[in-house]
């Protein structure tokens, strides 16, 4: 037997943090980057005699991921304890929703190859989060900035087949997370977490294996190497007539493999029950309509529009989906029906979101608005500065904040397009390296490019090329 | 001795106050001069506060002379140490919540203290609100005014204690399975547990969440009416308080009682309850037909499964809202060298053994495996003791029964017995599972002198028919109060 012979079942149980202002349970601020315990109060400090009130946008937020994904939302749903102790963990128990999730069942829809799949998910949930331990040397700390921050758990059917599948949910779902406005869905700083449920089966067999649950997975690019690898290993035990145990295990990025947690880490009774202090969350038809009204696009449908009626390729369409503020920038480029698609979507892809990458800022901060890029791109349209200076000009817009003609003029961007100067330098070059013209009449049509460099040399660069190569080609024919 | 200061009902300090005969700093002087005379013998208190007590007095005092004042403006309470209060410690008679000074008030203290009432220190109680009896009590029991050899009650033994001996005019207790009621009828004062949900329980340390209210201790039904009113109603910061307005409930004791139904359900009198506890009871039962009401027999099949129901309930919400006693955050925190064992000790040193037997016990109903067969069978049985008192209601207005099958025991005698202990809320604790308001009013004393306590139940948010009720019984003069032999 093979590893071909054998197939995959994946499941992936995502956290993400709701982008509310404030925390799930009390009036905190649930920002990140304040000072240790500056964003904490009675209530997410576990003081005694406190209570929950259950923040009603972080309810909104989940109402629209649950919508995105097709989920059903329930019309009651009920909180509830999760009991352990950890010292991050200030009430002893967390928060959560068990029995009545906010949302059962729903699927997101993954592009892998040319073929679409549905992933069914199980439930969205809502809980808070924990706290932090800061471990020093033979002290702990504990910083409660994150305690009580609103999260949703999206735990997917184990319909994943391979570790590109959950990589393609995975950045779908994250997606959607943003196109809703949910959450940032940024892995490293934490704020989009995901453990992965894998076994492996013989092709064809009905039955599931024994699972293993992955954590301390905090990339995409580790969810993917984690789930290779322990596909591989569940195989090669199998193979050698041995047996998966049902276990936790944690990825060691630095290793490159996943190791068994201490079952002392895990064997965790959670004692569920259902939390008194919150009454059951009723979701009325119309709250739930108000939410569905407000939803934007999602994801698929502007795919699929992208496609449709701008005629953009899968690949393309993928890269500018995939975040909302990429999308909308390159559908504002399209305003006024001046650029055309192909242009405003390569200027996207390319420029854009390079300087998106290299600041690490938001989009909106990074770059200038689409209006101002539209007049810089309808300069390359119309011969008045050539598409290298153009992205010169960019570079310098985005710095700056300056409006595009005035980055051209100050640095001088704009391109000769004189015919009588740019006929000079032709006829100067073609005076200086007879020797060539006569190679390229001879017929080396090689040189041609060569002349081009030439003249635009002796103009600084600035000459419009397609006129360079009409004076040029008029002069060496004759 | 009645004409001392501190024997005053709220009614009658608040009109001497008014008319400016009295001052608050005069009441509260001779509150907190009556606890030091009588605080050694009697416990009532873990946590006295004279200056502080004084400053409020005197900020009364003025309120009062610029004619700006609630019903409660300088009148001294005293407040069960399970209430959190701004910058004075708050035990909940428990070690492990040594040195805890919270930074926030219970929404009901800031009612209280914007209503201008005084403070004059936090009471003795069973630690966490566990027991019937306030030995359970890490600064030791409170007793009873009555007999000192006897306990107050509990777990508001020391609020019901202050309220007997007069050292307050008024007290707060709680309630999550009797503890307001029992106390208030082993001390033979005024004692009700409101609706669930009626008052807030922000800032009350959770015993029992589903369970838990808090209510008034006073000298007459009048008095914990005004008390109720001051302290009732919806609170943003409690999502399980109610929205539904506050009536004035002081406005319902009218003395009119006649047509009331008054149900006496044959499961409360039991076997084994003392005969004086009887005979009185029915004794008050003639007292209210007397006065124009029905009085009938009526059925709460379910009863008999209520405390162990109960001590499931209570328990395992117990068992997680005691979980924040970890020692990592505040109070008590034992010296250990990884965090299980700190863990470990410091719940091991700072939980007295009731709390630790609740813990337990609440752990086990929870347990996968444990969780059908108890916590939801338990659940099971609170729903059908629910729909018993509904269904009474269909032929009844109020329900009539006895506090508890005894007067109070004497200190010592149940404790090495818990589930002697438990029986002793027999008659309240289904009350709690159903959510109902439960008044405890005194209707008598036994042949050793000790109070005996009615109970009165209304149906939800029926707070206003039962204080009438009771207002009515005691009004009728029925019974003469006797004061404590102190």
Not at chain 1, 130 to 140: D, I, T
Not at chain 1, 348 to 375: D, H, Q, S, Y
Not at chain 2, 85 to 98: D, M, N, P, Q, Y
Not at chain 2, 449 to 477: C, N, T
Request: glycine content about 8%; aromatic content about 8%; proline content about 5%.
């Amino acid at each position: 037997m093979t590893s071909s012979s054998y197939e995959a079942v994946i499941g992936l149980e995502v956290h993400t943090h709701l982008m509310t202002r404030s925390k799930l349970f009390c009036g905190c601020s649930a920002s990140f980057g304040s000072g240790p315990n500056e964003n904490v109060c009675p209530v997410c400090l576990g003081m005694p005699g406190v209570l929950p009130v259950l923040n009603q946008y972080a309810v909104e937020l989940a109402l629209r991921v649950a919508l995105a994904t097709h989920s059903e939302v329930q019309t009651r749903s009920v909180f509830a304890r999760k009991s352990y102790f950890y010292p991050d963990l200030p009430k002893g128990y967390q928060i959560s929703q068990y029995e009545l999730p906010l949302c059962k069942g729903g699927y997101i829809e993954i592009a892998n190859g040319g073929e679409s799949r549905r992933i069914r998910l199980v439930r969205i949930h809502m809980e808070e989060d924990a706290g932090k331990n800061l471990h020093e040397a033979n002290y702990s700390l504990v910083d409660f900035n994150r305690s009580g921050v609103p999260l949703v758990e999206i735990v997917s059917e184990p319909d994943i087949r391979s570790a590109a599948e959950a990589g393609a949910y995975l950045r779908e779902l994250r997606a959607i997370l943003r196109y809703v406005g949910a959450s940032e869905g940024r892995m490293e700083e934490g704020d989009f977490r995901c453990d992965v449920n894998v076994s492996v089966r013989r092709k064809g067999s009905d039955e599931l294996g024994t699972k293993t649950e992955i954590k301390n997975l905090n990339s995409f690019r580790f969810v993917e190497k984690a789930i290779t690898y322990e596909i591989g290993r569940q195989i090669e035990l199998l193979e050698a007539g041995g047996r998966v145990t049902q276990e936790t295990r944690l990825w060691d990025p630095n290793r490159e493999e996943t190791r068994p947690m201490r079952s002392k880490e895990f064997a965790h009774d959670y004692r569920y029950f259902p939390e008194p202090d919150l009454p059951p969350l009723e979701i009325d038809g119309q709250m739930l309509e108000r939410v569905r009204a407000a939803m934007p696009e999602l994801p698929a449908e502007r795919r699929r529009r992208f496609q449709r009626d701008l005629g953009l390729g899968a690949y393309e369409t993928a890269i500018l989906t995939e975040d909302r503020a990429i999308a909308d920038y390159f559908e504002a480029l399209l305003n006024g029906g001046v650029i055309g698609s192909k242009t405003a979507a390569n200027w996207t892809m390319t420029e854009v979101l390079r300087i998106v990458n290299e600041t690490g800022k938001p989009l909106e901060e990074a770059v200038p608005p689409a209006a101002e890029t539209r007049i810089l791109l309808k300069m390359v349209q119309d011969g008045v500065v050539s598409l290298n200076a153009a992205k010169n000009a960019f570079s310098v817009m985005c710095k700056s904040g300056q409006p595009a003609a005035a980055v051209v003029a100050r640095l001088g961007l704009a391109q000769v397009s004189d015919e009588a100067a740019i006929a000079a330098a032709c006829d100067e070059v073609i005076a200086a390296e007879s020797a060539k013209v006569a190679e390229y009449r001879a017929g080396r049509d090689k040189l041609f490019g060569f002349f081009v460099g030439q003249v635009m040399k002796a103009m600084g660069g600035k000459a419009n090329p397609k006129v360079v190569n009409e004076i040029l080609r008029q002069r060496l024919q004759s | 001795m009645t004409s001392e200061l501190f024997t005053l009902t709220i009614t009658e300090a608040r009109e001497r106050l008014v008319k400016r005969e009295l001052s608050a700093v005069e009441l509260t002087r001779a509150c907190l001069d009556r606890a030091a005379a009588i605080e050694s013998r009697l416990n009532a208190f873990i946590t006295l506060c004279p200056r502080e007590a004084i400053e409020q007095a005197e900020v009364a005092d003025r309120l009062i002379a610029r004619g700006n004042c609630s019903s409660l403006t300088g009148i001294p309470l005293a407040i069960k140490d399970i209430f959190a209060t701004r910058g004075v410690r708050t035990t909940c008679a428990s070690k492990i919540l040594e040195g805890f000074v919270p930074p926030y008030d219970a929404t009901v203290i800031e009612r209280l203290r914007a209503a201008g009432a005084i403070f004059l220190g936090k009471t003795n109680m069973d630690e966490f609100a566990m027991g019937s009896s306030t030995e359970n009590s890490s600064f030791g029991p409170t007793r009873n005014p009555y007999d000192l050899r006897r306990v107050a009650g509990g777990s508001s033994g020391g609020s019901a204690a202050a309220v007997a001996a007069d050292e307050c005019i008024a007290a707060l207790g709680t309630d999550t399975g009797g503890s307001i009621r029992e106390p208030a009828s082993f001390c033979g004062v005024v004692g009700l547990k409101p609706t669930y949900s009626r008052v807030s329980r922000y800032g009350v340390i959770a015993y029992a969440s589903s369970l838990d209210q808090v209510g008034p201790f006073a000298k007459t039904v009048r008095d914990a009416a005004i008390l109720l009113g001051e302290i009732a109603g919806v609170d943003p910061r409690d999502a399980t308080c109610s929205a539904r307005p506050v009536p004035d409930y002081e406005a319902a004791l009218t003395g009119k009682v006649e047509g009331i139904r008054i149900g006496v359900p044959r499961e409360f009198f039991v076997e084994g309850m003392q005969e004086d506890v009887g005979l009185a009871v029915r004794s008050a039962i003639k007292q209210f037909e007397s006065q124009g009401c029905q009085v009938r027999e009526i059925s709460l099949p379910h009863t008999q499964y209520a405390v162990a129901a109960y001590y499931l309930i209570a328990t395992a919400e117990a068992s997680a809202n005691l979980a924040r006693y970890d020692g990592i955050r505040y109070g008590l925190r034992a010296e250990a060298d990884n965090t299980l064992d700190l863990y470990n000790r410091t719940r091991d040193r700072g939980f007295g053994p009731e709390v630790k037997r609740r813990i337990m016990l609440g752990t086990f109903a929870l347990s996968a495996g444990y969780y059908d067969a108890y916590y939801r069978k338990a659940q099971k049985v609170r729903t059908l003791i629910r729909q018993d008192f509904f269904r009474a209601f269909n032929d009844c207005d109020i329900i009539l029964t006895p506090v508890a099958p005894t007067t109070a025991f004497e200190l010592g005698e149940k404790i090495a017995d818990p589930l002697q202990m438990y029986l002793s809320d027999i008659f309240t604790i289904s009350v709690n599972l159903a959510g109902l308001p439960g008044l405890s009013v005194p209707c008598g004393y036994d042949r050793k002198g000790m109070p005996i306590g009615l109970q009165l139940i209304g149906p939800p948010f029926g707070e206003e028919i039962i204080l009438r009720a009771g207002d009515a019984y005691e009004r009728s003069g029925c019974v003469q109060r006797q004061p404590p032999p102190l």
